[in-house]
């Protein structure tokens, strides 16, 4: 009989991915902010850090409700009635 558990995991090594997810997603959010402000000192301009800190907001977030949403699967549909489409 197979098992089909996963195996566990120490606390602290649970712990230690979300961080490591947890960083990810705030670098995804600020970096591209940064860039943003250097382009505006090496352009002479003021949006892109406004542009680079709007685009990480969205990557991050979509990648934080991404990651999240792996850990709650869909719920299982319902099961056919077995008719088939006649066309």
Same mark, same amino acid.
């Given at each position: 009989?197979?098992?089909?558990?996963?195996?566990?995991?120490?606390?602290?090594?649970?712990? &230690?991915?979300?961080?490591?997810?947890?960083?990810?997603?705030?670098?995804? &959010?600020?970096?591209?902010?940064?860039?943003?402000?250097?382009?505006? #000192?090496?352009?002479?301009? /003021?949006?892109?850090?406004?542009?680079?800190?709007? @685009?990480? =907001?969205?990557?991050?977030?979509?990648?934080? =409700?991404? &990651?999240?949403?792996? @850990?709650?699967?869909?719920?299982? /549909?319902?099961?056919?009635?077995?008719? /088939?489409?006649? #066309?």
């Amino acid at each position: 009989m197979p098992n089909d558990r996963k195996p566990a995991t120490s606390p602290l090594a649970a712990g &230690m991915a979300w961080v490591a997810r947890i960083t990810t997603v705030v670098a995804e &959010m600020v970096i591209p902010g940064l860039f943003g402000r250097w382009l505006d #000192s090496t352009w002479g301009t /003021q949006y892109c850090v406004v542009i680079g800190f709007i @685009f990480g =907001l969205v990557i991050g977030i979509w990648h934080l =409700l991404r &990651m999240t949403s792996s @850990f709650n699967p869909p719920a299982s /549909q319902p099961p056919d009635s077995g008719k /088939q489409d006649e #066309s």
